[in-house]
Nanobody, 130 residues
Framework: QLQLVESGGGLVQPGGSLRLSCAAS????????VGWFRQAPGKEREGILCTESNGSTNYTDAVKGRFTVSRDLAKNTVYLQMNNLQPEDTGIYYC????????????????????????WGQGTQVTVSS
């Protein structure tokens, strides 16, 4: 069964950093696109990036330059390095995987592309507060 597990969330002050992990089991992440989503308190879920197996990645303007995604194929894990975190980054972060080779054009809009993903993690809480 396809499964993803997120970890690495926590409480940080503005300007701090966190690294989130998305560990896969039951399938090989090397053959999947991976998306990251977040849901702020009282807000709808939004996509923040989508990365392909060749490393090509699309980031939203809100996170570009601060967040970086990478893959460790040996560990079957995707990492999200988040730097210079701000209070507006607070929310639950989810990873998702899907077996096509290309990221969807509308990767930011969960309501449109959320159903295309084959596996979802349970989420990890990120809180940025002074």
């Amino acid at each position: 069964q396809l499964q993803l597990v997120e970890s690495g969330g926590g409480l940080v002050q503005p300007g701090g950093s966190l690294r989130l992990s998305c560990a896969a089991s039951g399938f090989n992440l090397a053959a999947y696109i991976v998306g990251w989503f977040r849901q702020a308190p009282g807000k709808e879920r939004e996509g923040i990036l989508c990365t392909e197996s060749n490393g090509s990645t699309n980031y939203t303007d809100a996170v570009k330059g601060r967040f970086t995604v990478s893959r460790d194929l040996a560990k079957n894990t995707v990492y999200l390095q988040m730097n210079n975190l701000q209070p507006e980054d607070t929310g639950i972060y989810y990873c998702a995987a899907e077996g096509t080779l290309k990221c969807p054009r509308d990767f930011e809009i969960y309501e449109i592309i959320g159903l295309v993903y084959d596996a979802w993690g349970q989420g990890t809480q990120v809180t940025v507060s002074s």
